[in-house]
């Protein structure tokens, strides 16, 4: 594995934007083995799970979190000097997500601005990628915004992903500060196992055409179609249960921290009883093991911060905190971060009611019904 130490950086501030449009387990009665779907939702342990409308994107969530972001930490636009968007869902083959949202979050055109295509460990490399070029000290000030609308990716009729993905887009400011405490990343790829998470077929390898749009049944039961995602859950328990481990490990090792001396493990939201059994490996107090799936879902390469300001809101905007990010999943792909993160400016969730923007090249977006729950979001029970 990779491993890398950063030093004169630090996270000021942390946002979440959720649909505020929530799908339930009982909204799938009828429509699949729903008794199959029950069984399977008892074991990720979600109950509901925010689904973006039809015409809301990834990049609208992280722009209504950037937008409060922005106004939390009192930062100026034309500060900003690197955005990174981070999904497996942007708007446009091309171009760059990211290219949109700097015009549209009104950030200057001295601003660089890229898309990263990662899924589950996203924002571990993410934040490793940003805090390096802010380091440097030739950079100030970053945004990484880091988001998926996954739930229109499943097949409605496949029981093993059908109730999974939550939608959420996430914004997280990062600046240069020379008396910041060291983050310590480790990273590491296994591409053997990118045929157990995929949607198949709709870009370059396989275009979209009548035959890969239609749903069939497969071999693990599942009716779906190639445009849709194709989940080998067996492979992906083995590659975290062989992975994982080590990798809090040698992130622990990295950081030369104990794991008493953690006051946080967030794990990427994969599901509840993977994430238990995780727990039992690493031999983890549950208090130590925040987690966010019984209201959120599986949010994807998002779901650490949305852990993040939906459970640690109150300890992370009024002391520091040494935490340990462990993300794993598609690609295959992990990161482990061990860092000391606050008091931030803000750690909070929002509820996106609706967005309305004009198509294309449109500048404004006006959201309304947008709601904080971050006061109520610590007492919820995970």
């Known amino acids: 594995m990779a491993t890398f130490r950063v030093s004169n950086a630090r996270i000021a501030g942390l946002t979440v934007a959720v649909p505020e449009q929530t799908t339930s387990i009982e909204q799938y009665a009828g429509a699949v083995d729903f008794e199959a779907v029950q069984k399977i939702s008892a074991s990720l342990g979600i109950d509901q799970r925010p689904t973006a409308p039809s015409e809301v994107c990834a990049s609208d969530l992280c722009a209504t979190a950037a937008d409060r972001l922005l106004q939390r930490t009192g930062w100026a636009r034309d500060s900003i000097d690197v955005l990174v968007f981070l999904s497996q869902t942007p708007d446009y083959a091309l171009p760059a997500t990211a290219c949109v949202l700097q015009e549209r979050l009104g950030l200057s055109t001295g601003c660089a601005a890229f898309d990263i295509n990662l899924g589950c460990s996203g924002f571990p490399y993410g934040l490793w990628l940003v805090s390096q070029l802010i380091s440097a000290g030739q950079m100030k000030r970053g945004l990484l915004l880091v988001g998926d609308t996954l739930s229109r990716k499943v097949s409605s009729l496949d029981s093993a992903t059908a109730h999974l993905f939550g939608d959420s887009g996430t914004a997280t400011a990062i600046e240069f500060d020379s008396s910041a405490a060291e983050m310590n990343f480790v990273l590491g790829t296994d591409g053997r196992g990118a045929p157990h998470l995929i949607v198949p077929a709709g870009e370059s390898r396989q275009p979209r055409s009548d035959q890969t749009q239609q749903r069939i049944a497969r071999a693990d039961g599942g009716l779906r179609s ?3 995602i194709s ?42 009883f993977m994430l238990n059994h995780l727990g039992k490996r690493l031999k ?32 992370l905007t009024t002391s520091a905190q040494k935490l340990m990010l462990l993300g794993f999943g598609v690609g295959f792909s992990w990161a482990g971060a061990a860092i000391t993160c606050g008091p931030l400016a803000c750690a909070e969730v929002l509820r996106v009611g609706s967005v309305n923007h004009e198509p294309e090249a449109s500048s404004t977006v006006a959201t309304t019904n947008l709601e904080s729950d971050t006061d109520h979001s610590n007492r919820r029970a995970a």
Do not use: Y
Request: proline share 6%; net charge negative.
């Open 226 to 228: 190639d445009e849709e």
């Open 231 to 272: 989940m080998n859950g067996p492979e992906v328990f083995s590659f975290t249960l062989k992975e994982v481990p080590a990798l809090a490990k040698q992130t622990l090792q990295q950081a030369g921290w104990s794991l008493d001396e953690v006051d946080s493990v967030v794990m990427h939201q994969a599901n509840t």
């Open 284 to 315: 983890l107090p549950k208090e130590k093991m925040p987690l966010s799936l019984r209201e959120f879902g599986n949010t994807s390469c998002a779901s650490i911060p949305v852990t993040m300001a939906a459970r640690l809101s109150d300890s």
